[in-house]
């Protein structure tokens, strides 16, 4: 994305803005509103978009080095994740109008972010009440998922030209038990703007 100069989220601790940039859309960030209710997490995700919005350039700095907090334990992990995909289901309507004014490439990515849960989600659903009603392996369902995860591991891959990324793959298994579930809850409460860490 980096390319198109629009990476999608400047992440909070590792981002810098001009102060031009900031000052030009300072009234709509510190207004941000959902359903007509003040939102404030997200903000980096908002904040880029409004960016994008505005004509401006975001881009990716490789050689650039920052510290961060990051959750130890699972309790405020899932809060982070619940927050994150609240913001990212939120954003994601806004950034749609403004996706094709950037690239077809960003479009297609975007989407694909969003609909990769969802196709997952029906998966896991399909093999389970396969399961439930025929008690036999549903191994449509788990042929679907490991192909999912084999096709995006190995983009991510060739992509950063780093066969660590493969590794990824052991993530679907916190992504079905866990992530899956968070983001169904996180779809159905979007309103809510609870921080959840304080």
Same mark, same amino acid.
């Given at each position: ?7 999608? @989220? %400047? %992440?909070?601790? @590792?981002?810098?803005?001009? =102060? /031009? ?20 997490? *997200?903000?980096?995700? $908002? ?36 927050? !994150?995909?609240? /913001? ?23 989407? *694909?972010? &969003?609909? *990769? ?9 399909? *093999? ?5 009603? +025929? ?13 999912? +995860?084999?096709?995006? %591991? /190995? ?8 066969? =660590? ?5 052991? $993530? ?15 779809? %159905? +409460?979007?309103? &809510?703007?609870? !921080?959840? /860490? =304080?």
């Amino acid at each position: 994305k980096a390319r198109f100069g629009a990476v999608m @989220c %400047c %992440c909070g601790p @590792c981002a810098m803005y001009r =102060r /031009s940039a900031l000052l030009l859309l300072l009234d709509q960030y510190e207004t941000q509103l959902f359903r007509g209710k003040p939102s404030d997490f *997200g903000e980096d995700r $908002h904040l880029t978009i409004l960016m994008l919005k505005a004509g401006l350039r975001t881009e990716y700095v490789p050689d650039a080095i920052a510290a961060t907090i990051v959750p130890d334990r699972l309790g405020p992990y899932l809060r982070q994740q619940l927050r !994150w995909a609240r /913001s990212t289901f939120r954003d994601t309507l806004l950034a749609l109008r403004l996706l094709p004014s950037l690239d077809r490439y960003l479009t297609l990515d975007v989407v *694909g972010q &969003n609909l *990769g849960p969802l196709l997952l989600a029906l998966s896991v659903l399909a *093999g389970l009440a396969q399961f439930v009603l +025929t008690a036999t392996v549903p191994w449509s369902a788990v042929v679907m998922i490991a192909s999912m +995860t084999i096709i995006r %591991c /190995s983009v991510a891959a060739f992509r950063a030209r780093q066969l =660590r990324f493969l590794g990824f793959s052991l $993530h679907t298994f916190i992504n079905v038990f866990l992530l899956l579930p968070l983001k169904a809850y996180a779809l %159905c +409460t979007l309103s &809510n703007s609870d !921080w959840l /860490s =304080r």
